[in-house]
C-alpha cells in the first residue's frame, strides 16, 4: 500500500504542476513548457507503475484469449528435419597455417 501511496501522490503533484502552469499563464515559452513536460513524464512513469501493481494485485482482471478459438484451429506440426548431405573426404592434407599448403 506504500508504493500505491507515492504513486498516488506523484499523481496528484503532476495534476497540481499542469494547473499551475496554466494557472499562473507560464503558457508556452520556456519554463511552461518545461513545466508541462516534467510533469507529463512524471505522471505518465507512475501511471504506468500504479498499472502494474493494480494488474499484480488483481485489482485488474487480466485479459484471457477466447478458448473457443484455441480449440478450433489445431497446431501446426512441426516439419520433420532434413538430414544433411554427406560430403566426400577429401585425401589432401589440410594445413590450418596460412600460407602452406597450395
Known amino acids: 500500500m506504500g508504493l500505491v501511496g ?3 501522490l506523484v499523481l496528484v503533484l503532476s495534476a497540481a504542476g499542469l494547473a499551475s502552469d496554466f494557472l499562473t499563464r507560464l503558457g508556452l515559452d520556456l519554463d511552461g513548457l518545461l513545466l ?10 507512475f501511471l504506468i507503475a500504479l498499472f502494474s501493481i493494480a494488474m499484480d494485485q488483481g485489482w485488474i482482471p ?4 477466447k478458448e473457443s478459438a484455441a480449440a478450433a ?3 501446426p506440426k ?3 528435419p532434413r538430414a544433411a548431405p ?3 573426404q577429401s585425401e589432401e592434407a589440410v594445413s590450418v597455417r596460412p600460407g602452406e599448403g597450395k
Open 78 to 80: 512441426p516439419a520433420a
Open 73 to 75: 484451429a489445431p497446431a
Open 6 to 8: 507515492i504513486c498516488l
Open 62 to 65: 487480466a485479459r484471457h484469449k
Open 86 to 88: 554427406v560430403k566426400p
Open 36 to 45: 508541462i513536460l516534467c510533469s507529463l513524464l512524471m505522471g505518465l512513469l
